[in-house]
């Protein structure tokens, strides 16, 4: 990095910072904070971002190795920490609009001119600092003091993730054998599984730690990010970053939610990210805004990708968004259901903008991986709507077993069968059988509350499956996988990450896969209803022998 861009970071910070030492933001009580900026570090290392608390007192700490960027250093659950880190934000956008000089040169450099900021590279963040207009953002890993990798788990971590209690995913032996196959499982899950693969369904029932392989694993491509195994740090070394986010100045927000400036390319590691570099033309017919804080990805157009990659890019920032309302949101579409989950979250939908445009600020959060989606943003959407229907659509009572049908395709062969034999094992476990059919699609609540009801839910690999992130922690989510070679396992991912046990059978006889189609995908789910009878019975059986309740929760509730 040269001299003169550290040399030009650091004077634009001491003179924010100079502007205003404390500033006080009247909407919550935890967000009345004095932010106390301390000078720059050049000893800093990658891996001491993760700290130690020793002052209750939240901070910005600036550093400029191994990269340049504003820590924000805060104590307490992560209840708590997320509040401070919007409140910090709220100062940090203060003192940015304060030294923003207005944009006169709205221009994009030719492609041969242009260099790719790619979040999938190991050295991203170093990249950005090359770069006065882009600022990244950190809220780093919490360790307690003397803790080391071994020793954490997070069964005694509130500090990083709402969720404490989590469950080993298990499948059965032929779904297994593709696990520990190489190549035998789509998206290379394979790999994100480490090869291994647990059968025993009633070990897994019982709550353990997250392993620091799921919270470090981020998804293989082809031609992005493709590892052969992952490298050893993924297995014992903490997340030195929480959560990221990358103010930009002056930038061009594209359609899909890339943002150029002047002399770059960022994309965000979404899915099938577009590295290519090819500017949009006529940026100069683009609406201009004051601050953008950006949603979008790819594939928001379906229910699953909008959902579980979108909107979740919203939850960790949902109080920075309320306290600044002038911040518009780019959205791939106004779509009502986008529309309505800005509204569960309090967020004015009259702020959405689409499509290609300018804004002098660009809020970027880090990109919601493809199928493999992050913990804390996760964590926090399920919180915020699982809340919603809590206040707004109760009484909700925790007793029902859920039997997805699909209309379409990747529906269950044996569909009637398998519903029948589901009903019949709720009725013997005392419990209640429900149906959710996606023709017509129910209504955003009445989905979210017959979710929140769930204990269990039995569905064909799709998109109905997402719904879960709706239910309490615990759920048990039985799923009907598609097979080899497209054996994706997302919504295994989707149960970790939601604190949720999970098993998954694969289809037999052809299955979902159709070799002469174009879209694989689109085959049925052929599955013996007794393996679906036992598999429900096995996990109702071990709960029952263990007087477990359903209203019992593993997760921060603050």
């Given at each position: 990095m040269?001299?003169?861009?550290?040399?030009?970071?650091?004077?634009?910070?001491?003179?924010?910072?100079?502007?205003?030492?404390?500033?006080?933001?009247?909407v919550h009580i935890y967000d009345v904070l004095v932010?106390?900026?301390?000078?720059?570090?050049?000893?800093?290392?990658?891996e001491s971002l993760s700290f130690q608390c020793s002052n209750a007192k939240p901070r910005?700490?600036?550093?400029?190795?191994?990269?340049?960027?504003?820590?924000?250093?805060?104590?307490?659950?992560?209840?708590?920490?997320?509040?401070?880190?919007?409140?910090?934000?709220?100062?940090?956008?203060?003192?940015?609009?304060?030294?923003h000089v207005k944009t006169v040169d709205w221009n994009i450099s030719s492609p041969e001119n242009l260099t790719l900021l790619a979040e999938w590279?190991?050295?991203?963040?170093?990249?950005?600092?090359?770069y006065t207009q882009v600022t990244l953002v950190i809220l780093p890993w919490l360790r307690k003091f003397n803790e080391s990798a071994n020793d954490w788990s997070s069964l005694r971590d509130a500090s990083n993730l709402?969720?404490?209690?989590?469950?080993?995913?298990?499948?059965?032996?032929?779904?297994?054998?593709?696990?520990?196959?190489?190549?035998?499982?789509?998206?290379?899950?394979?790999?994100?599984?480490?090869?291994?693969?647990?059968?025993?369904?009633?070990?897994?029932?019982?709550?353990?730690?997250?392993?620091?392989?799921?919270?470090?694993?981020?998804?293989?491509?082809?031609?992005y990010y493709d590892p052969s195994i992952f490298p050893k740090s993924f297995f014992t070394?903490?997340?030195?970053?929480?959560?990221?986010?990358?103010?930009?100045?002056?930038?061009?927000?594209?359609?899909?939610?890339?943002?150029?400036?002047n002399n770059a390319k960022i994309v965000p590691y979404a899915c099938y990210p577009d590295a290519k570099l090819n500017p949009p033309r006529d940026v100069h017919k683009f609406p201009i805004y004051d601050e953008v804080f950006v949603i979008t990805q790819s594939y928001a157009y379906h229910n699953y990708h909008r959902l579980a990659e979108n909107i979740p890019r919203l939850a960790v920032l949902v109080d920075f968004l309320n306290r600044n309302p002038s911040v518009r949101i780019h959205a791939y579409e106004t779509h009502p259901r986008t529309a309505q989950y800005l509204t569960m979250l309090g967020i004015n939908v009259s702020r959405i903008v689409t499509g290609n445009c300018r804004a002098e600020v660009v809020y970027l959060p880090r990109a919601s991986m493809c199928c493999l989606q992050n913990f804390l943003e996760t964590q926090f959407l399920s919180r915020s709507l699982r809340r919603y229907a809590k206040k707004n659509l109760s009484p909700i009572v925790r007793n029902k077993i859920i039997v997805i049908r699909r209309s379409n395709f990747r529906y269950f062969a044996n569909q009637t069968v398998i519903e029948n034999v589901v009903r019949e094992a709720a009725k013997d476990y005392n419990l209640t059988y429900e149906t959710f059919c996606d023709n017509p699609l129910p209504s955003i609540s009445q989905t979210m509350r017959l979710f929140n009801s769930?204990?269990?839910?039995?569905?064909?690999?799709?998109?109905?499956?997402?719904?879960?992130?709706?239910?309490?922690?615990?759920?048990?989510?039985?799923?009907?996988?598609?097979?080899?070679?497209?054996?994706?396992?997302?919504?295994?991912?989707?149960?970790?990450?939601l604190g949720h046990r999970y098993h998954g059978v694969p289809s037999i006889d052809g299955g979902c896969y159709l070799k002469d189609?174009?879209?694989?995908?689109?085959?049925?789910?052929?599955?013996?209803?007794?393996?679906?009878?036992?598999?429900?019975?096995?996990?109702?059986?071990?709960?029952?022998?263990?007087?477990?309740?359903?209203?019992?929760?593993?997760?921060?509730?603050?």
């Open positions: 040269s001299g003169t861009v550290l040399s030009a970071k650091k004077t634009l910070f001491w003179v924010v910072a100079a502007a205003a030492l404390t500033v006080i933001v009247h932010l106390r900026f301390i000078g720059f570090t050049e000893e800093a290392t990658l910005v700490k600036q550093i400029t190795e191994p990269f340049s960027a504003l820590l924000v250093q805060t104590c307490g659950n992560i209840i708590d920490r997320v509040r401070q880190f919007n409140a910090a934000l709220s100062s940090i956008r203060i003192r940015k609009l304060k030294t590279k190991d050295d991203f963040f170093q990249a950005l600092s090359n709402p969720i404490q209690e989590y469950y080993e995913s298990t499948a059965s032996d032929p779904l297994c054998k593709w696990i520990e196959t190489p190549g035998m499982v789509g998206f290379s899950f394979d790999v994100i599984n480490n090869w291994t693969c647990n059968r025993n369904t009633t070990k897994a029932a019982l709550p353990q730690s997250i392993s620091l392989l799921a919270l470090n694993a981020k998804p293989p491509y082809k031609h070394n903490f997340p030195s970053v929480l959560y990221s986010l990358y103010i930009v100045e002056s930038g061009f927000i594209t359609g899909d939610g890339n943002v150029y400036i769930a204990v269990m839910v039995v569905a064909p690999h799709g998109a109905g499956l997402a719904n879960v992130v709706y239910s309490d922690p615990g759920t048990f989510v039985i799923e009907g996988v598609c097979n080899s070679p497209v054996a994706f396992l997302f919504f295994q991912r989707t149960a970790l990450v189609i174009r879209d694989s995908v689109v085959g049925a789910v052929t599955i013996k209803p007794s393996v679906i009878n036992e598999t429900v019975r096995t996990y109702l059986n071990f709960l029952a022998s263990i007087n477990f309740t359903f209203s019992s929760s593993s997760e921060l509730i603050l």
